[in-house]
């Protein structure tokens, strides 16, 4: 098969050995990657044309590819994309924040001349990628590829960052877990102590204690401590360094500090939950990342996930919303795209809705709760392993699991926060089911710089179990 890659192995080196395995049965036509951080000797794949991270999402091709060819687009085809013009023109804030709509358009019509032109010219039996599409390039890619028919390839993370699960659409999720969950994940009744170790350890962990260490906080500590963060600021400066903007932004920055702050405005704004008052917990995303855009498609603006919810309360029940903990310290308390000026008084100015304090646990939070709801978020996955329901607007990789009631409006909202007033709940049996079918399907390794820390015995190997899950799911249908 003819392959695309996008991005494999560019934090992990042992990822290279995968894409030399796979080129014994297989020909990569194209790999975009990041050329800086782990070494490569172009010369072991001939044939293969590779395209810089950076260069992609700058819209800038590889010198190889003679783009005269590739022709705009005309305005049918272009209005058959229009829900993803949406995501993309979201997705722009992360990278060009202060373009104007019609720059941003220009930008996207030229993605869809050169990624349609790349997979016609090419003409790659599968697109592979390393994570679900998140950046600019790879979620017209993605889209157009699936459009045209042809396979793609998505890899992701779970509970653990070291265990990975594929799919052929992020909407869609995993097939296995998807069919399990429509004859109620069948088979033999399952113990804790059949599942594997790990598993069993996450399981109790979440399940059990009362207050345990969200997993994506452990992941943002060990990257955010004080020296990696002003690192990463003082690298930031760098651009306006060069283009002599830094005085102009610096004069800027003074008087932004004379104003009030992202984290005092919401501290003006919050109110101490009442536990023993029936509500929903709506914990907020940290923004911009994967988990919201492509994966919280339209829910991308959180606001509307509030309003949505908010609208479909049974009587006397309230919106419980907080915001993410890292939202603040990395962005360094400035106002984004997400986190635009009126924001916060946005949200607490919709009835039945509640700001609570960033130090609430979220765990109480999620205890105390009629259910949980968000997006994508962590919390969803932690509540349904807590005995709460969760309801879920986007698409993350345990959207077919037991509790996860999917909305998408407030007609889906009011009939399932109904059903949750009746007493529905996570079936226990269930999702110890779900928990023994989900770790015959995962696999160990890691994509991401900070998951080679929890790294255990079987990711010693992981370029052949990636290489494996790759080939299983080529010759899938």
């Not at 796979?22 to 951080?37: D, G, N």
């Not at 390393?130 to 028919?149: S, T």
């Not at 996450?202 to 207050?211: A, I, K, L, M, Q």
């Not at 993350?396 to 926060?417: K, N, Q, T």
Request: proline content about 7%; glycine content about 6%; aromatic content about 12%.
């Amino acid at each position: 098969m003819r392959l695309l890659i996008d991005q494999l192995a560019d934090i992990n080196a042992e990822h290279i050995r995968t894409a030399k395995e796979l080129c014994k049965k297989h020909e990569i036509v194209y790999w975009i990657r990041i050329e800086e951080v782990v070494p490569l000797d172009k010369s072991a794949f001939p044939g293969t044309i590779f395209h810089n991270y950076h260069d992609a999402i700058n819209g800038v091709a590889p010198k190889e590819i003679d783009t005269s060819a590739f022709e705009p687009w005309g305005r049918d085809e272009i209005i058959a994309f229009s829900d993803l013009e949406t995501e993309f023109l979201s997705m722009m804030d992360k990278w060009h924040p202060d373009w104007p709509v019609n720059e941003r358009k220009d930008f996207y019509f030229d993605s869809l001349r050169y990624w349609g032109g790349i997979l016609q010219s090419l003409a790659p039996d599968c697109v592979i990628f390393n994570a679900p599409p998140h950046q600019m390039f790879n979620l017209v890619l993605y889209a157009i590829a699936k459009r045209r028919g042809i396979k793609t390839v998505i890899l992701d993370v779970t509970f653990r960052h070291d265990r990975i699960i594929s799919s052929s659409d992020y909407r869609f999720g995993n097939k296995i877990l998807y069919d399990a969950q429509k004859d109620g994940y069948g088979g033999p009744r399952v113990s804790i102590e059949d599942l594997p170790a790990y598993v069993q350890e996450h399981y109790r962990t979440v399940s059990g204690e009362p207050n345990p260490t969200p997993a994506y906080l452990t992941e943002f500590k060990s990257a955010s401590t004080p020296l990696k963060n002003l690192w990463r600021r003082a690298k930031s400066l760098v651009p306006y360094i060069k283009d002599g903007s830094i005085f102009e932004r610096g004069t800027k920055r003074f008087f932004k500090m004379l104003k009030p702050s992202l984290e005092e405005i919401y501290k003006k704004l919050e109110r101490t939950p009442d536990f023993d008052k029936p509500y929903v917990y709506l914990p907020l995303h940290y923004q911009p990342e994967c988990t919201t855009s492509p994966q919280g498609g339209i829910y991308v603006e959180q606001i509307l996930m509030v309003k949505t919810l908010a609208a479909a309360l049974p009587k006397g029940w309230e919106l419980y919303v907080k915001e993410h903990p890292a939202q603040w310290p990395s962005h360094w308390g400035d106002f984004t795209p997400q986190r635009y000026e009126g924001f916060y008084e946005g949200v607490a100015r919709i009835p039945n809705v509640r700001l609570v304090p960033v130090s609430t646990s979220t765990f109480a939070l999620c205890d105390h709760a009629r259910a949980s709801a968000t997006a994508t978020g962590t919390a969803a996955w932690e509540s349904v392993i807590r005995g709460k329901p969760a309801l879920i607007f986007g698409y993350p990789w345990f959207m077919h699991a037991p509790g996860i009631l999917r909305v998408a409006s407030v007609e889906d909202c009011r009939a399932a926060l109904q059903k949750v007033k009746e007493g529905y709940a996570p079936d226990k049996t269930q999702m110890l089911k779900f928990l023994a079918l989900l770790a015959k399907i995962v696999f160990p390794s890691t994509l991401s710089l900070s998951a080679d820390q929890v790294k255990d015995a079987e990711g010693e190997d992981q370029w052949e179990s990636m290489y494996r899950a790759i080939e299983d799911a080529l010759a899938s249908k």
